[in-house]
């Protein structure tokens, strides 16, 4: 596995396991993914949405 995709894992581990203990960050990750992202991980990160799902 490379070394991105080993950032991304281990981000969304932290988003996940703070999400389900955290109902305000629960809110936060659907209203406003970008900061939820730094919130959890404590770096900035792209503009989510503008991926294509």
Known sequence: ???NMEKVE??????????ATDAEFRTL???NPE???EQATASRC???SSYAW
Do not use: G, Y
């Open 29 to 31: 990750c659907l209203n």
């Open 46 to 48: 792209r503009k989510v």
């Open 1 to 3: 596995m490379n070394r």
């Open 10 to 19: 281990k981000a969304l581990k932290m988003i996940k396991s703070k999400a």
């Open 35 to 37: 900061e939820a992202v």
